[in-house]
């Protein structure tokens, strides 16, 4: 519009604001793209459905996540999708389909044996053991190929 390069207005931003030597991560096409996934239990799978979507019909370009962000179930999906490098987002929707296919709600979690009670003195109100293993056995000790925040 102005004749700006805007990869050196961002670079320029980014160095007065102080925050060049945060790693500024930034798109072959010079935008920088986040995903932020929210939380609430079944909002998870139809995440993962808009993703498949994304994967499907957008231009791979367009959904080159620098960094991705999520809260509660949300978190878990950013996790899993910040596990596959650019270019691989097919095999991240692949793997999050799995997750929410192959398993059933109660896969992820038992309520307490005395569930009216122990609530109060747990961190939850349903015991989450079941989903540390799951989530242990898909993310394990791998390493994030994306900037994360969750």
């Known amino acids: 519009m102005f004749g ?3 990869r050196k207005v961002t670079a320029s931003l980014a160095t007065a604001m102080g925050i060049a030597d945060m790693g ?3 798109s072959p096409d010079g ?3 986040v ?11 139809f995440e993962v459905g808009v993703l498949q979507a994304f994967v499907e019909k957008l231009d791979p370009l367009d959904i080159h996540y620098d960094y991705v962000s ?9 996790s899993m999708f910040s ?3 650019y270019g691989d987002e097919k095999s991240a929707v692949d793997l999050l ?3 929410y296919k192959d398993n059933l709600p109660q896969d992820f979690w038992d309520f307490w044996p005395t569930y009216f009670i122990e609530p109060f003195w747990k961190q939850s109100f349903v015991d989450p053991s079941k989903m540390a293993e799951i989530l242990t056995k898909l993310i394990g000790d791998k390493t ?3 900037k994360i925040s969750v």
């Open 144 to 146: 994030f190929k994306r």
């Open 35 to 45: 995903l932020a996934m929210r939380g609430g239990g079944v909002h998870g799978a």
């Open 70 to 78: 999520g809260v509660s179930i949300g978190a878990i999906n950013a």
């Open 83 to 85: 596990l596959f490098d």
């Open 97 to 99: 389909l799995s997750l």
């Open 4 to 6: 700006l390069n805007s």
């Open 24 to 26: 500024l991560a930034l």
């Open 31 to 33: 935008k920088c793209r």
